[in-house]
């Protein structure tokens, strides 16, 4: 009987810790990320420190209190999210397995902000984690912003992680383009002159074989390699110059702003000329030129939403991508004074 009693009191447990982790949904406490953990039966310090994969030495002052103290049914818990159970890159261990973390995205936010509130992780791994083909996301939506390790043998948590952690490229993906295709056209010039100087050295039927041609002459006959191409763009200011247009047509009027830049990184652009920025008081969606008086090279930049509080922001008018940047031969640190222009909404 006791057997039974001890059977269906674990099941209760299992289900009390599932219903309250799944999703394992984050929070934010002095820019600290940490999920809620409510109290069964049974539990303490340190079988929920097994069940979250941290010491319970590291729970107990983030919550203001000692391991002394005990514990009640129905209190909450805050878990910490820290190096040793919380992974944005790279994978678990192979005795764990990864707990997707997500944050219900508020009002007004946008990739770029949530990703700065959780160990600054970029948008480009937001977005693959998420399976998101664009930067605009909705509000009330659980975004993915990182994983909780758990021990495969020790944590119920396990049977609904995985062992690898999805869509890590940003690494590869934030890489200028390789200019392989330039290479690819050499080669095949290469291979073309080659085999139409072997085809001219076969002798016709019945005549004499003559000696191959020197080396010299093979060399001269190699097409001169191509400059190293670093960027795709025309010169037009991107894809978003047609869309500029329209809004500025149906607009009344138009906003103007001299105003201090920075750049934050961001895979797009790159290849597709597509170029985006930061901005407070403008719409998302709303295209913005951004013209550097220097060198006369200006961008259409696409509004993703604003830009994040912190002291590193304050007098910032402006942050651009960092392939929009290059477009404009900015570095990718430092102030810049730029001019922006866009159709009032």
């Known amino acids: ?9 674990s099941w209760f447990i299992l289900i009390n810790i599932f219903a309250q982790s799944s999703p394992l949904q984050a929070h934010l406490e002095g820019g600290k990320p940490y999920l809620l953990h ?53 994978q678990p261990g192979a005795d764990e397995v990864a707990v997707p973390v997500v944050h219900n995205v508020k009002e007004k936010e ?142 009344a009027e138009k906003e103007n702003l001299n105003g201090q830049a920075a750049v934050f990184k961001s895979t797009s652009g790159w290849k597709d000329s597509k170029y985006y920025a930061l901005m407070n008081k403008v719409l998302p969606g709303t295209i913005v030129k951004v013209y550097n008086p220097q060198n006369s090279k200006f961008v259409y930049a696409k509004v993703l939403g604003e830009i994040p509080p912190g002291k590193e922001n304050e007098g910032l008018s402006v942050r651009i991508s960092n392939a929009a940047a290059a477009e404009l031969a900015l570095a990718e640190t430092g102030r810049y004074e730029l001019q922006l222009s866009w159709a009032k909404q």
């Open 110 to 251: 946008n990739l770029y902000r949530i990703g700065q509130q959780y160990n600054k992780v970029g948008i480009d791994q937001l977005r693959a984690w998420n399976g998101l083909s664009g930067d605009e996301v909705s509000k009330d939506l659980p975004l993915v912003i990182g994983y909780l390790k758990v021990k495969k043998s020790i944590s119920p948590l396990a049977a609904t992680g995985k062992s690898k952690i999805g869509g890590s490229v940003a690494i590869a993906a934030t890489k200028p383009p390789v200019t392989k295709p330039a290479v690819t056209e050499a080669k095949k010039e290469d291979k073309a002159v080659v085999t139409k100087q072997e085809t001219a050295a076969i002798p016709p039927p019945g005549a004499t074989r003559s000696e191959p041609s020197p080396p010299a002459a093979k060399t001269e006959a190699v097409p001169v390699s191509q400059p190293t191409v670093t960027n795709i763009n025309t010169g037009d200011g991107g894809v978003f110059k047609s869309l500029f247009d329209e809004q500025s047509k149906a607009a």
């Open 38 to 90: 409510t109290v069964v039966a049974k539990e303490n310090w340190y079988s929920i420190g097994r069940l979250y994969n941290i010491s319970p030495k590291d729970i107990a002052p983030f919550n203001g209190t000692s391991l002394d103290k005990g514990l009640s049914i129905g209190q909450t818990v805050k878990i910490p999210l820290v190096a040793a159970n919380f992974i944005q890159s790279g």
């Open 1 to 9: 009987m006791k057997k039974l009693y001890s059977f269906i009191l």
